[in-house]
């Protein structure tokens, strides 16, 4: 029976249980690709990325704990997660690999390099979140996220809640958006992200991720956007790994002027701020190919 490349598990040492799926060619270049947050395994745009086959690039999406497949760990830090991978690399017999993480995937990205150098050749860091101490307020950050991040830091039960609200809306049964609610969604973004989210004809893909992050409930949402608010816990000055950061100037998700100090403060960083781009970099096949295409050119 061929095997379910979206509903994979392992078992950690703990006894939790590591969700994940797995996309493109089965002895490619391994890559570790982290969701966002809310995020789950299930990343649609990767079945018709044409960088995947082209580029040869063995895809695996890890879920952070209480997302999806993966056991809930209540207590975890950003650096815990380096030991998950390393325990999903070791029972898939993957030696060395790159990462990447996508918008609040990038801490967990970053932590790999930082506590993974033996074993992490490269972390692609795209339009991700900053730790607070970078993080830059402006005018033009989305009003959802300026809450997010007030709540995580002031009012946690509050933002509890919300998650636990997010949950129940997820779990509904849903029709795929009308044209005006689309509208309504895409009013926070910018022009780039405008085209990109408008030109999805089904989003039918985006609906099963979301279902997926919340398949437990709001916990591991929850538990993320603490992580993320708060002191990451990495010492950026011990990176050794290549690092490339990956950002739009026009986000409204993450400030550009938060990227650009973060990334002044990674060693070995290479960073990149693509004009006018916004926070959706992976839903554009040009983009994606050109952050993949660098990761690829560093594979022996």
Partial sequence: MPRDRDNQRITLRDGRRLGFAEY??????PLMLFHGTPGSRLLSFLERAEWVERLGFRVLTPERPGYGLSDPAPRRSIGDWAEDITQLADQLGLDRFHVAGGSGGGAFALACAIKLPERVRSATLICSGSPPQFLRIT?????????AFFLARYAPPLLRILNILMARGASKPRKPSSEAAKQRMLAGFCEWDRRILMARKDDTGTMRQI???FRQGSAGAYRDMMLVSHGWGLDLSANTVPVFLWHGTADTLVPIASARAFAANIPHCEAHFIEDAGHMLLGSEEAS???????ASLAD
């Fill in 24 to 29: 493109g060619p089965s002895d490619g270049l």
């Fill in 139 to 147: 005018k033009d950050m989305q009003t959802g996220n300026r809450v």
């Fill in 211 to 213: 279902q997926q992050a």
């Fill in 289 to 295: 190919a050109q952050m993949m295409e660098r990761i």
